[in-house]
């Protein structure tokens, strides 16, 4: 059975810092791209970051440049996200995705990624 299992969310003040992490099991994803998206209460969800298969290409919506990192280690079918300097406005469920169809470098849309995790939880408070 394939899996993708976040950890790392949690509750954090603002200024802090979390590192999120999405543990693939059941397959390997070191030939697909991979995502981090959010859904945020009453927000539809969004891409927050993705990246290629061999970490050397990564994408971040505006809001979170600077501020979170994308990373992955293909060795442990991992992929991380670093989020630093984390603000109110970034609380939300937190989804890993991965896209398996082989037919993008780049996956920046919901409808590409065809493996989602259960989310995690980040709650920021002010």
């Known amino acids: 059975q394939v899996q993708l299992v976040e950890s790392g969310g949690g509750l954090v003040q603002a200024g802090g810092s979390l590192r999120l992490s999405c543990a693939a099991s059941?397959?390997?994803?070191?030939?697909?791209?991979m995502g981090w998206f959010r859904r945020a209460p009453g927000k539809e969800r969004e891409l927050v970051a993705t990246i290629n298969w061999s970490g050397s290409t990564t994408y971040y919506t505006d809001s979170v440049k600077g501020r979170f990192a994308i990373s992955r280690d293909n060795a442990k079918n991992t992929v991380y996200l670093q989020m630093n300097s984390l603000k109110p406005e970034d609380t939300a469920v937190y989804y890993c995705?991965?896209?398996?169809?082989?037919?993008?470098?780049?996956?920046?849309?919901?409808?590409?990624?065809?493996?989602w995790g259960q989310g995690t939880q980040v709650t920021v408070s002010s």
């Open positions: 995705a991965a896209d398996t169809s082989g037919y993008y470098s780049m996956s920046y849309y919901e409808s590409m990624y065809n493996y």
């Open positions: 059941g397959r390997t994803f070191d030939s697909s791209p």
